[in-house]
């Protein structure tokens, strides 16, 4: 067995002897039917020989036919229960630790080696339509997609209402000479299409960081600190989705990996590279986000602190005849101009006069 750079989880006996399942793991989902027969968990089932698709057969039988013509079998599954997992694990000899990583999802993007098989988990994710970004809209809905390959078989497992990979099938099938290459094409066309959606998700949510721009450095005064950090964290949600496939698509397009064979390196290598491509684009996003939200409070703080110049400029203007009324009003018999007759407009006229002044003042450096 080659490609020993990928981590073997079926290593120690008493791992590898244990039979079912483990017990659900706390606050692990509970996914939909689980009484289900078995056919109503696969999809899809489909046999290939030389790159071209047989007539169709029953699950069950089309490992069979698949070993014995030459070819293999593809096998799509949506959100199996345990109990129907159970009976096509059986049947492929599926590791029970990669059945239960496929059964209750939640796994980051990774590769594994379990005996003969190759287990592959992607996160898959879509963008969520809205009309209006708000402070809690949910704009990256996001999914996983397992892949089991073995010699003649690939297992397709998919967690979430997004992603399906009808259209990818019917794509594929008129693809023959990468049929020809065997289950190994189908692990690279369902990563290739993980790839570009998440290419496509990052340009959508471009679009969504020009608007909070745009609305940050408007001439109105607007408060998007709310939507800002919603969006980071829809964007850290796609971000979790792409970092870590860059890893194993590297292995898959750089080392020795039985079950994947030298002609799918460069397919491999091209998903890579588009891979860090999103990766770096959601890095970019990700970081002006950083400098908007910075922004934004910064500009928050200097509105604040002119308000505050204009709420001091106009107190000091109004203890100007606060201060003159607080002395005269004191009831003192011997006071300046007390008595004169001109003595009450003289002091209404410096009120006015000081008041002005302090005005021009205050307008001519920006306080009002």
Known sequence: MTGIDIPDASDGAARSARPTLRPRPAGAPRYRGTRRDVAQAVIGCAVYVDGRRQEPVAPEDALQIATDRGGFVWLGLYEPTPAEFDAIAARYGLHPLAVEDAVYAHQR???????????????????????????????????????????????TVRHGEHGGLAELRRRLEDQQDLLCLGPSA???AVADLVVDTFVEVASAMDEDVDELEASVFSPTRTDDIGRL?????E??????????????????????????????????RDVLDHAIRVRDQVASLDELLTSIMQASLARTSLADNEDSRKISAWAAMIAVPTLFTGLYGMNFEHMPELHWSFGYPLVILVIVSVCVTLYRGFKRNGWL
């Open 109 to 155: 993007p990774k590769l594994e080696r379990y005996d003969d098989a190759i287990f592959m988990v992607l996160k898959t994710a879509t963008y969520v339509e809205h009309e209006e970004l708000t402070s809690t809209s949910e704009v990256v809905d996001t999914g996983e997609v397992m892949v089991f390959l073995g010699p003649h078989y690939v297992i």
């Open 229 to 233: 950090y919603q969006l980071k964290r």
């Open 186 to 188: 189908v692990l690279y």
């Open 235 to 268: 964007l850290m949600s796609l971000r979790r989705a792409v970092a870590p496939l860059e890893v194993p698509l590297q292995k898959l397009a750089e080392r020795d990996i039985d079950g994947v064979p030298e002609a799918m390196r460069s397919y491999f």
